[in-house]
């Protein structure tokens, strides 16, 4: 099996994006879907490591082995959601059929003042969480993303949708100066969205049980949450084919206020459940799991069950439990890189 994710090289660069951007702002999403043929054949015969983790991933999910067609199915489905993001982030809503559920209890969250936290994951497409745009106009979205990872994504949102690509967080930056950004958001009332389900290189992780084995996933997130003690929500866009979404939304806290004596038995439990729901949704819609390498070999680092809290105050926490900019490495700096979540 192939090593971390970090360690992959940007699928199809920035030509094929543009070409893809290009074609599509011209010849509109049916001629451009036309394209996605080629795309999944090129991914089938030169990308080996990702084709060998998908056939993996798949035969575990389905419980059989997976067939090349099904490999060639779940390339399609990925290619297609990347299709879609020249639409979304440009504001073409009208194009495709989003449905909705769970809004009811984000609004009530967001009602409140305090800001949100939106815990996705690389499952279908986060993008379609730009729906909210037209549902609560006035509702400032902050989405947390690596640019340094995907450079080539990157530079294309910056040009479909400067106002978006501005909004954007970037968790390249160093633990303190992300950690202040998601702070000072969330004090503004913000939605800050992030992926939470890749561990960073030398992170902290935890097992769970997921898909019949412990995968780890990171820890950072629900420090974070912990320290901003504000409503978590996640959220699942899932790409139902042809012009459909399904974005699903489920309450998970009203604030996580956990005292640091706490945080040893808290952090495993909270990490357990949403392990959970991913794997209800995922097995709903496995051809829409996006980790193309291999999840449960990316172990990062891994903290012990034992000894599971850092050093000294939380991650970007001061005794007062206001944010400390000062500078920090170690599990400070953990928070901040993983808050980024792979782009």
């Known amino acids: 099996m192939s090593g971390s994710w970090k360690q992959r090289r940007e699928g199809g660069g920035l030509f094929a994006l543009w070409l893809i951007r290009s074609f599509s702002l011209v010849g509109g999403r049916r001629l451009?879907?036309?394209?996605?043929?080629?795309?999944?054949?090129?991914?089938?015969?030169?990308?080996?490591?990702?084709?060998?983790?998908?056939?993996?991933?798949?035969?575990?999910?389905?419980?059989?082995?997976?067939?090349?067609?099904?490999?060639?199915?779940?390339?399609?489905?990925?290619?297609?959601?990347?299709?879609?993001?020249?639409?979304?982030?440009?504001?073409?809503?009208?194009?495709?059929?989003i449905r909705v559920r769970g809004l009811e209890s984000l609004h009530d969250a967001l009602d409140r003042g305090r800001g949100v936290l939106v815990f996705g994951s690389h499952l279908g497409s986060f993008e379609v969480l730009r729906v909210l745009g037209r549902r609560r106009p006035e509702q400032v979205i902050r989405v947390v993303l690596d640019k340094a990872h995907s450079p080539a994504i990157t530079r294309l949102l910056d040009a479909l949708n400067p106002e978006i690509a501005a909004s954007v967080i970037d968790a390249s930056q160093d633990g303190p100066a992300i950690m202040f950004e998601i702070q000072k958001a969330a004090s503004e009332g913000a939605l800050v969205a992030l992926l939470v389900d890749r561990t960073q290189p030398g992170g902290e992780a935890m097992p769970a049980p997921f898909l019949g084995e412990d995968a780890p996933f990171p820890v950072a997130p629900w420090l974070l949450a912990s320290v901003l003690q504000v409503p978590v929500q996640l959220a699942f866009g899932l790409y139902r084919g042809g012009n459909r979404y399904d974005l699903v939304f489920e309450d998970f806290s009203d604030g996580l206020a956990i005292p640091r004596r706490e945080r040893a038995a808290a952090i495993p439990a909270l990490i357990r459940r949403y392990a959970r729901r991913l794997e209800h949704h995922v097995r709903d819609a496995p051809f829409n799991w996006f980790n193309f390498y291999d999840f449960w070999g990316d172990r990062g680092q891994s903290r012990s069950q034992q000894d599971p809290e850092p050093r000294g105050a939380a991650p970007g926490e001061a005794r007062d439990g206001r944010l400390d900019r000062r500078p920090a490495g170690g599990d400070g700096a953990a928070v901040g890189r993983a808050a980024g979540g792979g782009g």
């Open 32 to 97: 451009s879907r036309l394209l996605l043929y080629p795309i999944t054949l090129y991914f089938l015969a030169r990308r080996g490591e990702e084709r060998r983790d998908s056939r993996a991933y798949l035969s575990r999910v389905l419980g059989r082995p997976a067939r090349l067609a099904d490999v060639a199915r779940h390339i399609h489905t990925f290619a297609a959601t990347i299709l879609d993001r020249v639409f979304l982030l440009g504001g073409d809503m009208d194009r495709f059929d």
